[in-house]
């Protein structure tokens, strides 16, 4: 059975930190990201800034779901893409609950979703009030297949999956 190496956004830290030192770049500075239950964090460099997510699950119907063989892959909503696009983030970086990393430039990942029609309108079931009309909130979403963003810690790819 696989170790289990990140549970929460805590351990998806450490491990981003770890690999930052690896490469001779440590992390400076975190800035707490209060959206999104806590589960991204910015984080700079001397060298970069990167937009860290952590999700306990892949995306595994992202083949399913938009009807190709391209396997698992991650997705992130709009407004969080136009967050990293704006504050000039060089990567983001998803990582999961096994701990491996995955990352891509937040324009590349604008792009190929855009390119390759990989987009969604998700439902969040949540319900908000909006001139006394009760609306049901629907997130824009951008996927795209892991296989297409790098590996950021390598030296686990004979782990996990």
């Not at 297949?145 to 790819?157: C, V, Y």
């Amino acid at each position: 059975m696989d170790e289990i190496k990140a549970v929460n956004i805590s351990g998806a830290v450490g491990i981003l930190k770890k690999e930052l030192e690896k490469r001779k770049d440590p992390a400076i500075s975190v800035y707490d990201n209060r959206y999104k239950n806590h589960t991204h964090l910015w984080i700079a460099t001397m060298k970069n800034n990167y937009y860290l997510i952590y999700k306990e699950h892949y995306f595994y119907k992202f083949g399913e779901i938009f009807n190709n063989n391209k396997g698992w892959g991650d997705s992130i909503n709009l407004e969080f893409l136009d967050f990293c696009i704006s504050k000039n983030i060089d990567k983001i970086i998803f990582c999961h609950l096994d701990g491996k990393l995955y990352s891509i430039t937040p324009m590349q990942f604008k792009k190929l979703a855009e390119q390759h029609k990989w987009i969604r309108d998700v439902e969040m079931g949540d319900i908000r009030y909006i001139d006394g009309e009760a609306v049901i909130i629907r997130e824009k979403t951008y996927s795209l297949p892991l296989a297409w963003m790098e590996r950021f810690n390598p030296e686990d790819e004979n782990q996990g999956r």
